[in-house]
């Protein structure tokens, strides 16, 4: 039986209102949980350990996040992703046609209820 404890997920964010809720909410499943808030350190941190889903925001200091998903596409191509943005919203398709491998998209805000459900669909853990 698969379990979040198994998982480590790392939270990609800039905005520390957002990143503090998104820690207590994956901390409290049972999640190991990292966190970041550019595309230089999720690329550091993506090539330290072992993380198993990467929920990011796309619009984040010191460099575009844009340019992380071909490094992603690259270097870690098994690796399911997670966007929550406010910002392109049409980008969805876009991806797809790059060869980007992401698993979910959601526009800000998003239900915390519903982006912990995904990570569970993601990552096939079985339901509390």
Do not use: W
């Not at 949980?33 to 889903?53: F, H, P, R, Y």
């Amino acid at each position: 039986m698969r379990k979040c404890s198994d998982f480590t997920i790392l939270l990609a964010e800039d905005n520390p209102g957002i990143k503090d809720l998104y820690v207590k909410a994956f901390g409290k499943e049972g999640y190991k949980v990292l966190t970041c808030d550019n595309a230089a350190s999720i690329m550091a941190e993506l090539n330290d350990g072992k993380v198993d889903l990467l929920v990011t925001d796309l619009e984040m200091p010191a460099a575009n996040t844009l340019e992380l998903f071909p490094f992603l596409k690259k270097e870690h191509p098994n690796l399911p992703v997670i966007i929550v943005t406010g910002h392109y919203v049409d980008l969805q398709q876009d991806f797809l046609a790059r060869g980007y491998k992401i698993a979910a998209f959601f526009n800000k805000p998003t239900d915390l209820a519903v982006l912990k459900a995904k990570a569970r669909e993601i990552l096939k853990i079985d339901a509390p």
